[in-house]
């Protein structure tokens, strides 16, 4: 695990200093990469590639970063871990290739010089590559599968450079900061910004499952080698096949099983994240009964009891017999995190289970190098409550529309939070495409958003979740949504979340239910074998009951997250006053004050939705930061 970054400037006439640039970019990132640096110059092409290491994989010097060929013609850096190295190892060893080191990195070299980029398929990880092929004079740039690993380019007025995070970018001396009105958008609009968009003009996020090739002619090619959609319509192909219930739990247990061992794989200690749910109690669970070694889990517990897991996942961790570690979060506590977010996020993120995430991080790096996450387990097997919600509403949206309006009309009286969701509810029906329809449901600032800013940031046309084809369009609509859910929340707010909280920390973060073959498997399942009776995670219930008592994880769903609401209207209040005067926001140019003081004034009489309120705490923050 590192981070990376790096630069091509097509114009460099020596006006700055190659490696002092290089070397501050490299150094921003330093958190998420404590153990090691390096740096590789082309000065004669204007060309850097930089690392900052976090020692995971052969802790030698053998594993230092960027790392260069035997013959000088490949140079890698390299953020994340292919987990099934050895296995290519032994593979690329046959075709005569020598290894120094027992480093993935060298790997990821020799399996693109034997391969070139077909070596992609054979890769099971997380990962950023950077490539630079000096035979070809071609930099490449990959990005892994789902999207765990965050890469980001820059293309402007001859100067091309890559990150981990975007700060990198802002220590080159060509860089201009600008804000991307798309990417206001989206993060009003939603929480995140998901790909191609960044808040940062000219900055995008290169898309999962993708590589991008920049040659010595300034010529930019993106291709994709691994696509979700493809992974979704094999459901075509099954959707009539009778399959035996019990040989598929078994089919899926194996799957799970190897792919959990996979992420075991490091030469530093390794934990787990128990938060009680069914996700990682499913991967602690089978993990633990399938390895000798007592599994160190942690626990992050809240004393407000409505957002509380911690003592299901104690319960758990003593059933499975773990080592395990909970703390519990004070509002001080999560209260310290809130000024460190936006140096953490570098873009503004509307998501406040940041804070938890970030905290629990904190105390697993106190005894862990490397954790592993249940993260996707809702996205694929079907466990968000507005699942089973959105299968009886919006599949029979006719018979609701005809019966209920005078209920819609009678319903939307009610104030305060509970009135901004029903209207959405009410709207949402009479939405016929699950694009419009899932952009509806997910979004905040709707028709308000051109009121919130100032006129130079409006925006013409909305930047909709969108399927990519007509044949995805035929799935049922609930595999639909959750299509859009792993292409866009899944990548870019969940997987960001826990990237940038555990790396600030220089904790890696591990996500084995986000395996590529795991995914091939269970994504095209017809949805009976994820819902049932309007509960998801149907599949994975039955192979978890092998494990655990069902008592012990049968239980409404719990959220990660703050009481935002009140911390907004007593601890957050002074903060959010004093970041939103009118002199504040006139100094940024951004936002419209008069349409913010009414929000906060709706707000404050329990008029408006808290997440509004949140995003521009956090909007205000960042701008504070870097505007």
């Not at 490949?74 to 190295?85: K, L, M, P």
């Not at 979704?232 to 399959?243: A, L, M, R, T």
């Not at 905290?359 to 005894?367: D, G, M, N, T, Y």
């Not at 349409?595 to 509004?612: A, H, P, Q």
């Given at each position: 695990?590192?981070?990376?970054?790096?630069?091509?400037d097509f114009n460099y006439k020596g006006?700055?200093?190659?490696?002092?640039?290089?070397?501050?970019?490299?150094?921003?990132?330093?958190?998420?990469?404590?153990?090691?640096?390096?740096?590789?110059?082309?000065?004669?092409?204007?060309?850097?590639?930089?690392?900052?290491?976090?020692?995971?994989?052969?802790?030698?010097?053998?594993?230092?970063?960027?790392?260069?060929?035997?013959?000088?013609?490949?140079?890698?850096?390299?953020?994340?871990?292919?987990?099934?190295?050895?296995?290519?190892?032994?593979?690329?060893?046959?075709?005569?290739?020598?290894?120094?080191?027992?480093?993935?990195?060298?790997?990821?070299?020799?399996?693109?010089?034997?391969?070139?980029?077909?070596?992609?398929?054979?890769?099971?990880?997380?990962?950023?590559?950077?490539?630079?092929?000096?035979?070809?004079?071609?930099?490449?740039?990959?990005?892994?599968?789902?999207?765990?690993?965050?890469?980001?380019?820059?293309?402007?007025?001859?100067?091309?450079?890559?990150?981990?995070?975007?700060?990198?970018?802002?220590?080159?001396?060509?860089?201009?900061?600008?804000?991307?009105?798309?990417?206001?958008?989206?993060?009003?609009?939603?929480?995140?910004?998901?790909?191609?968009?960044?808040?940062?003009?000219?900055?995008?996020?290169?898309?999962?499952?993708?590589?991008?090739?920049?040659?010595?002619?300034?010529?930019?090619?993106?291709?994709?080698?691994?696509?979700?959609?493809?992974?979704?319509?094999?459901?075509?192909?099954?959707?009539?096949?009778?399959?035996?219930?019990?040989?598929?739990?078994?089919?899926?247990?194996?799957?799970?099983?190897?792919?959990?061992?996979?992420?075991?794989?490091?030469?530093?200690?390794?934990?787990?994240?128990?938060?009680?749910?069914?996700?990682?109690?499913?991967?602690?669970?089978?993990?633990?009964?399938?390895?000798?070694?007592?599994?160190?889990?942690?626990?992050?517990?809240?004393?407000?009891?409505?957002?509380?897991?911690?003592?299901?996942?104690?319960?758990?961790?003593?059933?499975?017999?773990?080592?395990?570690?909970?703390?519990?979060?004070?509002?001080?506590?999560?209260?310290?995190?809130?000024?460190?977010?936006?140096?953490?996020?570098?873009?503004?993120?509307?998501?406040?289970?940041?804070?938890?995430?970030?905290?629990?991080?904190?105390?697993?790096?106190?005894?862990?190098?490397?954790?592993?996450?249940?993260?996707?387990?809702?996205?694929?097997?079907?466990?968000?409550?507005?699942?089973?919600?959105?299968?009886?509403?919006?599949?029979?949206?006719?018979?609701?529309?005809?019966?209920?309006?005078?209920?819609?009309?009678?319903?939307?009286?009610?104030?305060?939070?509970?009135?901004?969701?029903?209207?959405?509810?009410?709207?949402?029906?009479?939405?016929?495409?699950?694009?419009?329809?899932?952009?509806?449901?997910?979004?905040?600032?709707?028709?308000?958003?051109?009121?919130?800013?100032?006129?130079?940031?409006?925006?013409?046309?909305?930047?909709?979740?969108?399927?990519?084809?007509?044949?995805?369009?035929?799935?049922?609509?609930?595999?639909?949504?959750?299509?859009?859910?792993?292409?866009?929340?899944?990548?870019?707010?969940?997987?960001?979340?826990?990237?940038?909280?555990?790396?600030?920390?220089?904790?890696?973060?591990?996500?084995?239910?986000?395996?590529?073959?795991?995914?091939?498997?269970?994504?095209?399942?017809?949805?009976?074998?994820?819902?049932?009776?309007?509960?998801?995670?149907?599949?994975?219930?039955?192979?978890?009951?092998?494990?655990?008592?069902r008592e012990l994880f049968e239980r409404?769903?719990?959220?990660?997250?703050?009481?935002?609401?009140?911390?907004?209207?007593?601890?957050?209040?002074?903060?959010?006053?004093?970041?939103?005067?009118?002199?504040?926001?006139?100094?940024?140019?951004?936002?419209?004050?008069?349409?913010?003081?009414?929000?906060?004034?709706?707000?404050?009489?329990?008029?408006?939705?808290?997440?509004?309120?949140?995003?521009?705490?956090?909007?205000?923050?960042?701008?504070?930061?870097?505007?």
């Amino acid at each position: 695990m590192c981070r990376i970054t790096g630069f091509w400037d097509f114009n460099y006439k020596g006006e700055y200093d190659l490696d002092n640039v290089l070397t501050q970019m490299r150094d921003v990132l330093k958190h998420g990469g404590p153990d090691d640096a390096g740096n590789y110059l082309e000065k004669d092409l204007g060309l850097g590639l930089a690392n900052r290491r976090l020692s995971i994989l052969d802790l030698s010097p053998l594993g230092h970063q960027p790392m260069i060929d035997d013959k000088n013609e490949i140079v890698v850096v390299f953020n994340g871990e292919i987990y099934n190295f050895q296995e290519i190892k032994k593979e690329l060893e046959g075709f005569g290739y020598k290894f120094k080191s027992n480093s993935d990195t060298e790997v990821i070299i020799y399996a693109y010089k034997h391969w070139r980029l077909d070596c992609l398929s054979k890769f099971r990880g997380m990962f950023a590559i950077a490539i630079w092929d000096k035979r070809r004079e071609e930099l490449i740039l990959i990005r892994d599968r789902i999207g765990v690993k965050p890469l980001y380019y820059y293309f402007s007025n001859g100067l091309f450079m890559f990150a981990s995070e975007t700060k990198a970018f802002l220590k080159h001396p060509k860089f201009k900061k600008e804000i991307s009105k798309e990417g206001l958008f989206l993060f009003f609009r939603y929480g995140y910004i998901f790909y191609p968009y960044s808040i940062w003009q000219n900055v995008y996020k290169l898309e999962t499952g993708s590589y991008l090739i920049i040659d010595k002619n300034k010529n930019l090619k993106k291709e994709k080698y691994w696509d979700l959609g493809k992974v979704y319509e094999k459901y075509f192909e099954i959707k009539d096949k009778n399959f035996d219930e019990n040989e598929l739990i078994e089919n899926l247990e194996q799957i799970l099983i190897e792919s959990f061992k996979l992420r075991l794989v490091s030469d530093v200690p390794v934990g787990v994240f128990l938060s009680g749910g069914i996700d990682s109690s499913t991967v602690t669970a089978l993990l633990q009964r399938n390895i000798s070694q007592k599994l160190k889990t942690f626990t992050i517990g809240f004393y407000e009891t409505k957002y509380d897991e911690s003592k299901w996942a104690k319960k758990i961790a003593e059933y499975l017999g773990t080592d395990h570690t909970e703390m519990f979060c004070s509002i001080n506590e999560a209260l310290e995190i809130i000024p460190k977010l936006p140096e953490i996020y570098d873009e503004p993120f509307g998501d406040s289970s940041a804070i938890p995430t970030h905290l629990v991080s904190k105390i697993a790096r106190e005894k862990v190098k490397v954790i592993l996450s249940g993260d996707g387990g809702d996205e694929f097997f079907g466990g968000y409550d507005r699942y089973w919600i959105f299968r009886i509403v919006f599949e029979n949206r006719l018979v609701f529309n005809k019966f209920l309006e005078p209920f819609w009309r009678l319903i939307l009286k009610v104030k305060g939070e509970n009135q901004h969701r029903i209207e959405k509810s009410s709207k949402l029906l009479r939405y016929k495409n699950i694009n419009e329809g899932f952009s509806y449901i997910s979004s905040y600032f709707l028709d308000d958003y051109n009121q919130l800013v100032n006129p130079d940031f409006r925006i013409s046309s909305e930047i909709n979740f969108s399927i990519e084809n007509n044949k995805l369009t035929k799935l049922p609509k609930l595999m639909q949504w959750m299509l859009i859910d792993a292409k866009y929340y899944l990548s870019e707010d969940i997987l960001v979340k826990v990237d940038r909280a555990s790396m600030a920390v220089a904790l890696e973060t591990r996500e084995p239910l986000l395996d590529h073959k795991i995914l091939e498997f269970v994504a095209p399942l017809p949805l009976k074998y994820k819902f049932t009776k309007n509960s998801g995670k149907y599949i994975l219930k039955k192979l978890l009951a092998k494990y655990l008592p069902r008592e012990l994880f049968e239980r409404p769903k719990h959220g990660f997250g703050i009481p935002q609401d009140e911390w907004l209207k007593i601890e957050l209040k002074k903060l959010l006053d004093e970041l939103t005067t009118r002199d504040i926001i006139k100094q940024n140019n951004v936002l419209n004050y008069d349409f913010i003081d009414k929000l906060k004034t709706n707000f404050y009489l329990g008029k408006e939705n808290s997440n509004k309120i949140w995003f521009l705490l956090m909007f205000q923050l960042w701008a504070n930061r870097y505007l």
